[in-house]
């Protein structure tokens, strides 16, 4: 157990016996009344996102965690085989804990995933950014590429994005893993 004072953004805590990593963390001093801090946190295990107001004196239990690398393999039903690159052992990681990112995820990429200490896994990371091909898009005309619109592409992992109009199929491109979104063409 340690001070809520002493918690800092990114923290994962045990928070009403769930998993809950600190979004953000306040210190708030109104006035005549005691200092508190608002804390806006993310439930693991549902992905509720909770806020709570601590006292000052409050203390929290901090989940001791260990964060390893592992290889993406392939896909087995709705679990994801992945590989720990150091020890080359296997896990099935269900696609809950990937969420939504996990349709940007394509063979041998990296995947952080966070253990508790008592073994269960907590979450799941992909990179930011990752680098896929267009395999399917719609060709673009001498107009369409002296504005600035946006057509839909389909990606070698199956999903469908909105890209410039100057994105033919073939190209590599950029995107954001969080929001879904399109970032740059990446030269060859």
Same mark, same amino acid.
């Given at each position: 157990m340690t001070s809520i004072g002493n918690v800092s953004k990114g923290t994962i805590i045990r928070f009403r016996n769930e998993p809950h990593r600190?979004? /953000?963390?306040?210190?708030?001093?109104?006035?005549?009344?005691?200092?508190?801090?608002?804390?806006?946190?993310?439930?693991?295990?549902?992905?509720?996102?909770?806020?709570?107001?601590?006292?000052?004196? *409050?203390?929290?239990?901090?989940?001791?965690?260990?964060?390893?690398?592992?290889?993406?393999?392939?896909r087995d039903g709705d679990d994801f085989v992945m590989m720990d690159t150091s020890t080359f052992d296997q896990i099935n990681l269900p696609s809950s804990v990937l969420g939504e990112p996990a349709r940007f995820l394509k063979e041998s990429m990296l995947v952080d995933i966070v253990f508790a200490d008592d073994g269960s896994i907590l979450e799941a990371e992909l990179p930011i950014f990752v680098e896929l091909e267009v395999v399917e898009t719609?060709?673009? /005309?001498? *107009?369409?590429?002296?504005?600035?619109?946006?057509?839909?592409?389909?990606?070698?992992?199956?999903?469908?994005?909105?890209?410039?109009?100057?994105?033919?199929?073939?190209?590599?491109?950029?995107?954001? /893993?969080?929001?879904?979104?399109?970032?740059?063409r990446v030269k060859k």
């Open positions: 600190i979004e /953000t963390l306040v210190h708030r001093t109104p006035g005549n009344l005691r200092a508190f801090y608002q804390a806006n946190m993310r439930n693991l295990n549902t992905g509720r996102n909770v806020e709570y107001r601590f006292s000052a004196s *409050d203390s929290v239990e901090v989940v001791v965690t260990e964060r390893k690398q592992y290889q993406y393999l392939y719609n060709p673009a /005309t001498k *107009d369409d590429r002296a504005t600035s619109g946006t057509k839909p592409a389909i990606l070698e992992t199956g999903t469908e994005v909105n890209v410039p109009m100057f994105i033919q199929t073939e190209s590599v491109i950029r995107v954001d /893993t969080r929001s879904g979104e399109y970032m740059e």
